[in-house]
Structures are given as C-alpha cells and as structure tokens.
C-alpha cells in the first residue's frame, strides 16, 4: 500500500450500473493485458438488482459498439427493440386525444438554422404539429416502422434511435462480456463492511466469503442503498420530493397477445391522476408502470389504474410495487470513491436518463481517473461539478413536463405551484415566453438534454412565445423550402422502412452485417 | 413480375421451354449473381462486386453488368456483348430452392412469368405424361448445382467479411461529360489484403480462396470495359 499508483479499481455492486461501469473502464484501460489497471467487481448473490429501466439513449449504440459487443447479439439477448422516441399522451390536459412526440431526429440541425420560429409563425401549415413538421419519425413511429433496415450497417440508423430492452437480461449480457472478454475479475460476495483509511478515504471492503477486497480506487454501484459513499462515507443526501412529486411505482410485465404482434416504435408515456404510465414494447412483451405519487393516490388505486390500463389481460398477471427516493447525493466523488446509478441519485424515469447518465459517468471516470491518488482531488471536483451539473438539468427537463400542463387534478396542481418549481427553470421558461429556444440556451458541452428536446417537449406542450415579431426570422423561402424537404423525405421513408417486429425477426435471422 | 412456384408435374404438364429465349429476363438487371466458381472467368469480363441483398442484408458476389440501376450494358437484341455469360442467366426460368433453411434437398421451381415458356406447345417439353423430359433433368439439374456453388459462394464471403477484407466503395466512374455514381458496392480492399496478419492470409491459401480473392480485385479494372459499351 505504500506506492500512490492506481493500480486496483473495486466496483461493488453487479446491477446495470455496475456492471455497465466495469465493462466501460476494463474497456478503457485494457483491463485483459496483466500490468495494466485490474478492474474487480463485487457482487451480492443474494440482494436483487432493481430490475427496471428499460429505456435507454441512442448514445447506448455507440457504447455497445465500443465495448466490442454485436448489436444482433445485443438484441437478441435482451430481447431488445428500437426505440425513435416517446409519444406523450394526455399530458396538455385533461381532454381527450392530446399527445405530442419527443423524437430523436430531426431532419436539418436546428443550431444550423432553427425552424422553430417560423413554426411558430405558421410557415409549415397552420395545424402541424412541431414534431411533425421538423422530423420524419413521428410518421414512422405511428405507423410502427424501424429506423433502419436489413441492409444497414450494426449500430447504424437511417434514423436515429434508442432501445428498449429487459434490464435483467441486458446486466447479464454486459457481466459475460465483461468476465469473457475484458477481462473483469468477479467476485460473487456481499459486502459486509467498508474499511477506511487514517485520511477518511476506503481502505478495503470486508465480504463473507471472500475476506478483504483491497483496492485503490472504489466505484459505489450498490443502488438506493448507497453502501459505501452514503453509508460508509457518510456523505448526505438531498431529497427533491418537493419537486417532483412521485414516489413509487408498479410494475406489471404483459406477454404479447401474439407472437407477431406489432412492436411500438417508441415508448408510450401516458398522463394519469397522479402521475404518469410508462408502457414499453420488448420483443416477448410489454413492461408497463405507473410512477405515481402516493400523496395523491392510494397504493391499491394506483394498482388499479395501471390493470385498467392494460385492460382484460391483466387479470392473471403480478404486480410489482417499488418505493423510489427522488434526488442526489450532495457529492458523487469523494476521496477515493465515486457512486453511478442509483448510489448516485435517482429522478423519476420519465425521460429514461438513468442508464445514460451512467454511460456519462463511467466514461468521465474513464477520462479523469488519474494515474496517483495525489490528484483524486482534481478529479473529484472536476466530477463534481460536472455531474451537479447535468443532474439539475435532468431535474429541471423533467420538472418542466409538469409545469407546462393544464390538467386539473391535485397531483397536477401541486406540481405547477411556485414553490415546487426550480427558480432556474423559472427563470429558462419566462425567456422562453419571449423568445424561441436557442443554441446559447445551450452553452455547456455536457448538457445532458439537448435544444432539440426542450423544442419537442415546448411546442408539443402547447408552450408557444408570446410573440414573434414579423420583421425577424425572415428567411421564410428557406424554411419553406425545408419543411417541404422534411415532407418528402418522410414520404420515402414510409414506403422504405420495414415494421419493427419484420426487421427484429430478420436480424433474428440473418443478423446486421458489420459493413 | 415474377412468379416463383415449385415445379407439378400436374399443373405444369402442358408447359414447354423455348431454348434460345434470350435475355430478356435479366434486360433490367445492372448486377447478376455469381458463384465463386465464375470468378477467374467473369473477371475478364465486369467487375465482381459484393452488394447485399434487400431481403436479408446478407452479401451476394455479383457481376456489375451495368452503370445505373436497370441498365444491361451486354445484353443487346437477344445477344450477348461479353465473352463470358453468367451462368446464373442460363438458368431462367429454372431455380432451385432448399426445401428448408439448412437442408441440402432442393425443389426445383419455376418462374411462371417468364416468356421462355410457352403454353402452346414450342419447344422442348418439361414433362412427357408426368415424367421429367431429359430437357427438364437437365436443367433442374444446373440449377441444384448452380445453388450448390452459391452455398459455397456464401461461405466465401462470410470468411472475406471475418478477416474483414471486404469494404465499402462508392464505384465514382467518370469520363467526359458522363459521370455515374453506383452506391451499395462492396469491394475486396487491396490494402486489407496486403496488410493480413500472415498465418490470416495463409488460411486463405489453404481453403483455395487466393485465386478468387485476386480475381475479384483484378476486376476492378473492368469498369472501363463497361463505359466503352455504354458509349
Ligand atoms: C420504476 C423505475 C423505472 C426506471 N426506468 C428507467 C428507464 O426507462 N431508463 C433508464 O435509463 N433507467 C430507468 N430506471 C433506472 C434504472 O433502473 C437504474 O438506473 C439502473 O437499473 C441502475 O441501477 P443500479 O445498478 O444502480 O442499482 P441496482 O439495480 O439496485 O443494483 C444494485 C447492485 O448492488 C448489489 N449490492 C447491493 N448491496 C450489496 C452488498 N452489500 N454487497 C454486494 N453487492 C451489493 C446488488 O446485488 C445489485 O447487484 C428506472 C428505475 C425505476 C425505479
């Protein structure tokens, strides 16, 4: 222990937090050569993962793709569908047939040249929508087409997209490869005890059947328990219940009707009392869940409203209720240990940021870890502030759904008081009111959400400026000639895209080539 | 369009097969299927390009017959302009199909559509009272051993996209005022070739894949033998 060299890194906890987090460094670091950094991970056999999130970001293909994993592999592993978005129902208010798309493409870059003002200034077409005027794949995704084709390259899209997968089978996935192929040491133990140092930082981990896990650096993957860096470290936790108001959630898993059943092409995200219903198209089934506040709603009433949801099918099938503590620990780095996934903060599920937000970090820790632990301390600040950072973002993002609706019941109304409400989305909403959404709203290289989305989630909201002056933005032939290009490339992407399940069942079958 | 069916002695009794049909079948088709076999030979001929079929993804070694979609440069009034044909365009309207995905029994159908065949008694019969004509046998035949040396195609390939020798190239063929962009080929990359680490390449030697590999690159050079006959 006398050398100042990190040579050991020790993740404990196996979830897809964890084992995300060991693939992605021992990726990095070339973990297979012996001499270079040794990657371990502790894994409790008996303490489940959580088991949910089934949603993830279009930056997963390019983590899979450098984690050398194939995506025919991938997706039929985890039983994994494409995802081009989330169509939100309901969410304007409380009249019926009111939804609106948060898509992954649009079809010209909007900090090149923003359509948005001359959509709001009617240049599309008095009654499109924004999603549909901008982009070609909220047409594909009602008519439950793929982003891509059999002939498209692995990891590439004709559209951009995300996936949906089984978060049980896809931490299995990513455990195999990480032991087989990159060289990760696993070790099947529960942590019993965290031994710390003269200077406060972790010294080793006790388990029950493996003695002492020494280490130099350790990486806190234990979920909302936060073993080491809340329990052992003693660092606090900062509640945003009084922002966003669920708290729980229930689960139910839906087998498809029938083997060949349509594929949703994206995640259906639709308005509730109390909350919201996520339902999610895998493969072999639906997962569905209603994330609920139970301020608002009894547990039994919750229950009973996600089965209403799913309708007859539901009789014979379980439910599954999970408490979730919204909000972040008040540092996510300190001295020589650093928490990603739930260890780390936890907002609801709404926008599918979770499993992002720990490729982001994995991939900082990649980047920033230094060679001695004389530096940790520029690491952690530099960590620290960063992921500060984008998880006000993210709380703010998914705080703005809420504020931007009318709909009438209590959940909803508390969620619009002004107490409830960040003064930084605050203050972004009231410029919003007077101008559109801009590329300098956006000034951070790592804001976890980019312009386009707050423009998907604005206009589809209904959230227009109070004004746009007639003598700016008056480029009106260009954006014409635009939004007419966005019309025909939709129109050929409907007659060339396959459905979704047609294309799953081909790679099934032949697989996507590599070139 | 076609119309692909399994050959029945019952339905197709009456059906004849006109011999010397021509071309007309593959007018519209820049790209036409090739064995491995075929290399050495079709390389004097078109480029050998590797594109992917639009059902399965799944590369198919192709001779480039023409510059632009639907274009038959060596097809011309019933005759053909190259040295060498494909035997694939021998083979219409005949095809032979696996029975099941990795069975090695074929059935043998037909493409109903095609103008080779006539109703009206012209040519060679298929079936004499329900029996395969020798005409028939034959050409049923070729196509099981056509299909045969595609399955030994596909195993080719599969090896070349292992050892990732195979690449993506936009064919940009210009001369004069004529300028084609042909998307979607696939090409046997020198530079890959020549950078395989040795015991790799050695493989190669052994399963006999050299000559094919050298034959396809070589092809390349066919391209000008394709503007002059679009000239
Ligand atoms: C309702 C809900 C819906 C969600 N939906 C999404 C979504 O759509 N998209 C998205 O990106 N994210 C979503 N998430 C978040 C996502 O599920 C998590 O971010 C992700 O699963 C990571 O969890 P984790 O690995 O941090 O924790 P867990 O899955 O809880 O894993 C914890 C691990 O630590 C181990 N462990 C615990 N204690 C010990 C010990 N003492 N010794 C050894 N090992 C121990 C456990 O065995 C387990 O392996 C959702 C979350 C919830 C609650």
Redesign the interface.
């Known amino acids: 222990m006398s050398s100042d060299e990190i040579n050991t890194i020790v993740i404990v906890g196996g979830g897809t937090a964890g084992w995300l987090t060991a693939a992605n460094l021992a990726k990095s670091f070339n973990s297979k050569v012996p001499g270079n950094i040794k990657v371990k991970l502790i894994e409790s056999p008996d303490i489940p993962t959580i088991g949910v999130g089934e949603g993830t970001w279009p930056t997963m293909r390019a983590t899979l793709a450098r984690l050398g994993i194939k995506e025919s592999h991938f997706l039929a592993t985890c039983n994994a569908t494409f995802k081009q978005g989330t169509k939100f129902i309901g969410w304007q208010n409380d009249q019926h047939h009111n939804q609106y798309y948060h898509l992954f493409t649009s079809i010209f870059d909007p900090t090149q040249f923003n359509l948005a003002p001359y959509w709001l200034k009617g240049v599309a077409g008095q009654s499109v929508p924004y999603a549909s005027a901008v982009s070609a794949q909220s047409a594909l995704v009602e008519l439950g087409l793929a982003p891509k084709?059999?002939?498209?390259k692995e990891y590439e899209g004709i559209q951009n997209y995300a996936y949906h997968l089984d978060a049980g089978k896809f931490s299995e996935l990513l455990k195999e490869h990480s032991i087989h192929s990159l060289g990760v040491e696993f070790i099947s133990a529960n942590v019993t005890d965290v031994n710390l140092s003269s200077d406060g930082s972790i010294a080793n981990v006790q388990t029950d059947t493996h003695n002492k896990i020494e280490g130099d650096f350790f990486i806190d993957c234990t979920g909302f328990k936060s073993l080491l860096l809340g329990e052992a470290l003693g660092v606090g936790f900062t509640s945003i219940k009084d922002t966003l108001l669920t708290d729980h959630a229930v689960t139910i898993q839906v087998p498809y009707e029938h083997e060949d059943s349509p594929i949703n092409a994206c995640t259906h995200s639709t308005a509730q009392d109390a909350g919201w219903i996520w339902d999610i198209g895998l493969t072999n089934r639906r997962g569905v869940g209603y994330v609920y506040s139970s301020q608002h709603v009894s547990h039994e009433d919750a229950e009973a409203t996600l089965r209403q949801y799913i309708g007859d099918s539901a009789q014979r099938l379980t439910a599954r209720k999970i408490k979730i503590d919204l909000g972040y620990r008040n540092k996510f780095w300190h001295k020589n240990c650093v928490a990603v996934g739930l260890s780390a903060a936890f907002v609801e599920p709404l926008e599918a940021s979770a499993i992002f937000l720990i490729e982001a970090a994995s991939n900082m820790i990649a980047d920033q870890l230094p060679s001695s632990r004389q530096a940790l301390q520029f690491a952690e600040r530099k960590f620290n502030e960063s992921f500060m950072f984008r998880w006000s973002k993210t709380i703010d993002f998914i705080k703005m759904h809420y504020v931007l609706s009318d709909r009438k019941s209590p959940f909803w109304q508390d969620n619009k008081l002004s107490s409830t409400i960040p003064a930084s989305l605050k203050n972004a909403l009231a410029s919003w009111q007077e101008q559109s959404v801009s590329a300098y709203d956006f000034a951070h290289v790592y804001e976890p959400f980019p312009m386009e989305s707050y423009q998907y989630v604005l206009y589809g909201m209904g959230n227009k400026p109070k004004n746009i002056a007639a003598n700016r933005y008056t480029d009106i032939d260009k954006a014409k000639a635009q939004f007419a290009q966005v019309q025909k490339i939709t129109e050929h992407l409907i007659k060339d895209l396959p459905e979704q399940r047609a294309l799953l069942n081909?790679v099934a079958?032949?697989?996507?080539?590599?070139? | 369009m076609t119309t692909i069916v399994p050959l029945d002695s019952q339905k197709h009794q009456s059906l004849s097969l006109i011999s010397n049909a021509g071309y007309a079948h593959i007018q519209q088709s820049h790209l036409l299927p090739l064995t491995v076999h075929e290399f050495a030979m079709a390389a004097t001929n078109f480029p050998i390009v590797f594109v992917k079929d639009a059902q399965t993804g799944q590369f198919k070694a192709c001779a480039l017959v023409g510059l632009k979609p639907e274009q038959n440069l060596f097809s011309k009034n019933s005759q053909w302009l190259g040295s060498y044909i494909p035997e694939f365009a021998k083979l219409h309207p005949f095809v032979a199909v696996k029975t099941e995905a990795n069975s090695d029994k074929y059935v043998i159908c037909i493409d109903e559509s095609s103008e080779s065949l006539s109703q009206k008694g012209e040519g060679d019969k298929l079936f004499n009272d329900s029996v395969a004509s020798e005409v028939l046998t034959q050409r049923g035949n070729a196509a099981v051993a056509w299909a045969q040396k595609s399955d030994l195609t596909d195993a080719f390939i599969r090896h070349l996209l292992e050892v990732e020798i195979i690449q993506s190239q936009s064919l940009s063929i210009s001369k004069e005022d004529q300028s084609y962009n042909l998307t979607g080929c696939y090409v046997v990359n020198e530079a890959a070739l020549n950078n395989l680490d040795p015991q790799v390449f050695m493989s190669l030697k052994d399963k006999g894949y050299l000559a094919p590999i050298y034959a396809a690159l070589l092809s390349l050079n066919q391209v000008g033998n394709l503007l002059k006959l679009a000239d």
């Open positions: 084709k059999i002939t498209t081909k079958q032949y697989g996507f080539n590599t070139i």
